[in-house]
């Protein structure tokens, strides 16, 4: 099962459908913790009567702070004067400890009541005083005291490799956030935190060990002082050596062995990767060790294996790029395919989604196709030169009804981590899609604001403005940076707070800026997500399209939708409306639509991105001597510039009006044996171009006019 033990901070099972009922009480405060006291009344020097009144936040499971540093996390406390305050009155919050004084916060009010005051305790008292002196002459009065239920320990403990692998190297995808994964050569760290709030414990001991091997275990000694956050390093012992899986058990004890907390992490370990090609496309199927979670139609929640989700026949493709930029087109996403970022986090940037006719049930997508009754994907191409994925599909509703209309989406990569998204919709002519937005694909048991970057997206004007997001995108603070300009933009989207690698997104047929910024989700007051959550895709099965968190977030992986188009689309490159028919099977006038878009993965500055639009935006002038130009000449599907070989020899003298970076040739009736590239009059390394006997990938960047020479063996004609 996905759960690990009651430590785990998630949302209470059994919530209110849609909702989160604040921390468990083991190892966070709990969730029934002290609601605001009744109002006590004093009497002042002058008769006035002084009302005040604490409450003790409670938190939010989905807000910071996240693992150890939530045990650590100080006590914060509210205060309001509702009442009879004069300017010369001492207020004075007290924290006290078992009936001893920890702590004292002391203030004054001016103005108009309701006066209100936040304070913070970085001792956890489990009793709190409000007192009040109206002057010099007079003893203080206590106007509220409240008994924090707080709990007596807490503990946490984070499992990680000691070094950084994406896990679709390892074969694997979306782990759950709270799992421990381990590849060859990999060892585990173990970092543990834990507080006694009520009594000190000179000789804790904190320990580990594998299910596999408990004559393993390992232990430190921790002395804990009563109210002082500890956090150490446990040494962890190795797993048995045969097996997939393992848990992880994590124990503290007092000195006569009694439990105080312990925490249990499941453990993938994979004894032997797949072997990913340096730039290329494989079929392969990814490691999912959790369950897919199921939702019946009354709301309960049951689950299925995972290896029981598909067809067998159905495979999983891998994209793998030289600069560690993966692309992954998985059966848990329905096959939308998305980058899997280092750290274990996705970005997709959607697919052509409409309003379907009368009698549909909730949102129309290719994500509600859980089955793959219709997606498919496959390589169609993948070379030392070029990758292309093709990935097919109907979008249909939450009961698989579809209506026949279809996409076909293109993806061609080169070696240097960009490619293109190329879109072929088929649809009634007054059909009206919207194509694209930014989605973000986060691993079960993962509160978003613990892994995304306030600022997720970039947007690069070609002219060189740039305007940075943050997120939540709120209309009151950031509305100006909606406006758009009339030029195209390059966008960047951050996968992750660790990751050095960006999704890149550029048109230069588009000057619309996205139409619909996702606000943010809100939880008791709170905001509780920097944009729209869902947990109804990828991988989970039978929930409709919600509008609230839910508890659901420590069974699936979820998405984040950040920023949308809507129904505004770039300018097709082709459009054509001719007699097909269509998927299902009815004969009729249809429109059939091509867009293309720049994609990459990429830790490129800003100049280097606009380097790379202005390069595919406007292809550089040639002269070919030992062949010419075809006719279709420059091909932005494949951002490609085509030659037709026709001597052994061929001179292409590149003309850039802007720089051309990493150009690449289709060189028709060439022939395969390629022995001799030069550029510029130097023989080029065989890491500075990629030949496959069809396309040529140049990694150089032409920003004056430069002769590429190519010598060709005439015996391999």
């Not at 030169?385 to 061609?412: L, M, N, P, T």
């Not at 550029?506 to 869902?534: E, I, K, Q």
């Not at 000449?633 to 001597?647: F, H, L, T």
């Not at 044996?673 to 390394?685: D, I, M, P, V, Y």
Request: proline share 9%.
């Amino acid at each position: 099962m996905t759960q690990s033990d009651s430590s785990r901070v998630v949302p209470a099972r059994g919530a209110r459908s849609g909702r989160a009922t604040g921390f468990l009480a083991c190892g966070v405060l709990a969730a029934a913790l002290s609601a605001p006291s009744s109002a006590l009344m004093a009497a002042g020097n002058s008769g006035e009567k002084l009302a005040g009144r604490i409450s003790v936040e409670q938190g939010h499971p989905w807000r910071p702070p996240f693992g150890l540093d939530r045990v650590a996390r100080p006590m914060a406390v509210n205060v309001e004067i509702a009442s009879g305050a004069k300017p010369s009155t001492k207020f004075v919050l007290v924290g006290l400890l078992n009936g001893e004084e920890i702590a004292r916060h002391a203030f004054s009010v001016t103005g108009k009541p309701p006066h209100a005051r936040r304070f913070v305790f970085d001792r956890w008292p489990n009793q709190l005083e409000l007192l009040a002196k109206v002057d010099a002459g007079h003893d203080p009065v206590r106007l509220a005291q409240e008994t924090v239920a707080s709990p007596a320990f807490e503990g946490e403990a984070v499992a990680r490799p000691d070094s950084v692998v994406n896990p679709v190297d390892l074969g694997t995808i979306l782990v759950p956030n709270d799992w421990l994964l381990l590849g060859p050569g990999q060892k585990p760290t173990l970092a543990v935190a834990g507080v006694s709030r009520f009594r000190s414990i000179p000789q804790a001991r904190w320990a580990a060990w594998f299910e596999s091997r408990p004559e393993g275990r390992t232990a430190v000694v921790v002395p804990m002082p009563i109210g002082l956050p500890m956090r150490r390093s446990v040494p962890v012992p190795t797993p048995a050596a045969a097996g997939d899986r393992d848990v992880l058990h994590v124990q503290i004890t007092d000195a006569e062995g009694g439990q105080l907390w312990a925490k249990k992490i499941p453990t993938m370990l994979v004894r032997k990767p797949p072997e990913w090609p340096r730039f290329g496309a494989r079929e392969t199927k990814l490691r999912y060790d959790a369950p897919i979670s199921v939702r019946a139609e009354d709301g309960t929640l049951s689950t299925m294996r995972y290896e029981d989700g598909w067809e067998g026949e159905l495979h999983d493709v891998v994209v793998s790029l030289p600069n560690g930029g993966r692309f992954v087109f998985w059966r848990g996403s329905s096959y939308i395919p998305f980058w899997a970022g280092l750290h274990n986090t996705g970005l997709c940037y959607e697919w052509a989604e409409t309003s379907p006719p009368p009698g549909f049930t909730d949102c129309v997508e290719p994500l509600m196709d859980k089955e793959l009754r219709y997606g498919r994907v496959e390589i169609i191409e993948s070379t030392a030169a070029r990758v292309h994925v093709r990935w097919r599909y109907q979008s249909c509703d939450f009961h698989y009804k579809v209506w026949g209309e279809s996409a076909v989406e293109d993806y061609i990569f080169y070696p240097d981590g960009f490619g293109t998204r190329v879109m072929t919709l088929k649809s009634a002519p007054d059909a009206d899609y919207e194509l694209s937005e930014f989605i973000i694909l986060t691993p079960q048991a993962t509160y978003p604001f613990s892994v995304l970057p306030p600022n997720l997206v970039d947007v690069i004007f070609m002219d060189g403005e740039k305007r940075e997001l943050q997120f939540p995108f709120l209309d009151g603070e950031q509305g100006a940076k909606r406006r758009p300009r009339g030029i195209p933009a390059v966008y960047r989207v951050r996968l992750n707070r660790g990751d050095k690698l960006a999704a890149v997104y550029f048109s230069p047929d588009d000057t619309n800026l996205p139409r619909t910024f996702f606000p943010p989700f809100s939880d008791r007051g709170v905001v509780v997500t920097p944009a729209y959550w869902g947990s109804h895709w990828p991988l989970a099965r039978g929930k409709t399209t919600c509008g609230s968190i839910d508890d659901r977030i420590g069974l699936t992986p979820a998405h984040n939708s950040i920023m949308s188009w809507a129904r505004g689309r770039p300018t097709p490159l082709s459009v054509t409306t001719l007699p097909a028919i269509d998927t299902l099977g009815r004969s009729r006038r249809m429109m059939m639509q091509c867009w293309v878009w720049l994609i990459g993965s990429s830790d490129a500055d800003d100049a280097r991105l606009l380097q790379w639009a202005h390069s595919f935006a406007a292809p550089p002038a040639l002269e070919v001597d030992g062949g010419r130009v075809d006719f279709d000449s420059y091909v932005p599907q494949r951002r490609a510039i085509r030659v037709r070989v026709e001597r052994s020899v061929v001179t292409i003298t590149v003309k850039p009006s802007r720089p051309c970076v990493h150009p690449v040739f289709e060189l028709l009736g060439a022939p395969k044996a390629l022995t001799r590239a030069s550029l510029a009059n130097r023989q080029l390394r065989s890491d500075e171009f990629a030949w496959d006997g069809r396309t040529l990938w140049l990694n150089a960047d032409i920003d004056a006019p430069t002769a590429l020479r190519l010598e060709f063996a005439d015996s391999s004609r």
